[in-house]
């Protein structure tokens, strides 16, 4: 077919046509992508995602936040540190536009590292309102810490009662709490000790005090500084075990207590030697201190934790465990068996809220019927620092930090001995390529015979 000029010209308007919407095209999807993302985390456990609890956090901030990273560009290794460390806050970022991003060289700016304070080879300055908190430790659970100290604002004063054997929130042994402290601390909280028999009173501005299973008997003056502190809206952590309280009677009754003698007792974690004395809690009560929280919970050695109703406070009982187990009263051993005549059916509460209006400000009071829940040999187990934090943000009016804790991504390194690394490069480096060579040669020879 003959193309004529009329011909010639209508297909040259057409390709025309076509490049200039293929070209509008290709501006709307780059307009398109840039004003618009969506990705989606292919990662083993979802480790380029930041958890709720850091997500939840965030939203506390609600101001622009600062960071400043001190580190060389390159490493010795010649990793780019830069471009890794922003790798790290993308998610932070996507998640709160306004942190303000920057990097210092401390060796093009020896002046300005030192006047931030900088000590370590790569640190982060972190800014909020005109506070500021240093990091060297780069991963969610780290970064999330220090953010969750900034939004908490002014230091908390927390003090135990010290004195009589109780268990230290600075102690390393296995029934203190030291670990939990420590967690405490990280979270923004300052840890101190008080010896009632010393001071003359329980300060009225602290924001929490915790009384952790003495094991001697307090002093009735000491006993009336813990009453008139809470009677005056002090808020309280008391930790009783299945033990007598140590003169603590008052307090109880204050509170309205009602502490049933003996042990809960589990027989569905019977352990491989001794008593069935483990609770594992998985269903909460519905209140600020549970809400969000799913995780199992381990409560070793509790007793039931009873309050009787009362106009002045509202009580909320938090944990039911052992749905077929019971308090044994009696003696505990590994053939322990349940007794219709004195021991008491599950399921059985073992943490009790409290809480109440005094003059101007809301009182808030938590008692657990076991300590060994938060002790360091225990702390680890199931969601236990979870729910002690979340007990503790509570107490201490802390209510948007409740959230169950970020986790350390999983170890994603691989481990490979130094044979193996020689037989891997071996195969790739010299058996593949031979194998490549001597098919393609096969073949060529095959095609040239058959030719």
Request: no cysteine; hydrophobic share 45%.
């Amino acid at each position: 077919m003959e193309l004529n000029r009329k011909i010639r010209i209508q297909l040259r308007l057409q390709s025309g046509v076509f490049v200039l919407l293929l070209v509008a095209l290709t501006a709307l999807l780059a307009y398109i992508a840039h004003e618009y993302r969506k990705e989606w985390d292919i990662t083993r456990g979802t480790r380029q995602t930041l958890s709720q609890a850091s997500l939840d956090v965030l939203k506390q901030l609600d101001g622009p936040l600062t960071i400043t990273v001190y580190a060389v560009t390159q490493d010795g290794r010649g990793q780019n540190l830069h471009k890794s460390l922003q790798e790290f806050m993308r998610p932070y970022q996507r998640a709160k536009p306004d942190i303000a991003l920057a990097f210092v060289d401390p060796r093009e700016q020896p002046k300005a590292a030192a006047a931030a304070g900088v000590r370590a080879p790569v640190e982060m300055v972190i800014e909020y309102r005109q506070r500021s908190e240093h990091l060297t430790e780069f991963n969610e659970q780290a970064l999330t810490n220090v953010l969750m100290r900034l939004a908490r604002g002014a230091d908390r004063l927390v003090l135990w009662l010290d004195g009589h054997g109780e268990r230290k929130l600075n102690g390393v042994a296995n029934h203190d709490l030291g670990d939990f402290g420590r967690q405490l601390q990280q979270k923004g909280l300052r840890l101190n000790s008080i010896n009632l028999a010393v001071a003359q009173d329980v300060p009225s501005n602290i924001a929490l005090l915790i009384i952790a299973s003495p094991q001697v008997d307090l002093l009735p003056a000491e006993v009336q500084k813990i009453k008139h502190y809470v009677e005056r809206g002090g808020n309280l952590l008391w930790l009783i075990d299945p033990e007598p309280l140590r003169g603590l009677q008052p307090i109880s009754e204050l509170l309205g207590l009602v502490l049933t003698p003996g042990v809960v007792v589990d027989p569905a974690l019977k352990p491989r030697s001794g008593p069935p004395a483990f609770a594992v809690a998985s269903s909460y009560a519905r209140h600020p201190i549970t809400n969000a929280f799913r995780l199992n919970t381990v409560f070793p050695f509790a007793r039931q934790i009873g309050a009787v109703e009362s106009d002045e406070w509202r009580i909320t009982p938090l944990v039911d465990v052992a749905q077929r187990g019971w308090v044994e009263v009696g003696k505990l051993d590994e053939k322990v068996t349940f007794d219709k005549a004195r021991d008491i059916p599950g399921p059985i509460n073992i943490a009790t809220a409290f809480e109440r209006t005094v003059g101007d400000r809301q009182q808030r009071v938590v008692v657990v019927g076991t300590g060994h829940f938060l002790s360091n040999t225990f702390l680890g187990n199931g969601g236990n620092l979870d729910f002690g934090i979340n007990i503790v943000n509570w107490l201490t009016g802390d209510d948007s930090l409740i959230a169950v804790q970020p986790r350390p991504a999983a170890d994603s390194n691989l481990d490979i001995d130094q044979a193996t690394l020689y037989l891997i490069a071996f195969t790739f480096l010299l058996v593949l390529p031979l194998a490549f060579i001597v098919t393609g040669g096969v073949i060529w020879w095959r095609r040239r015979r058959a030719a």
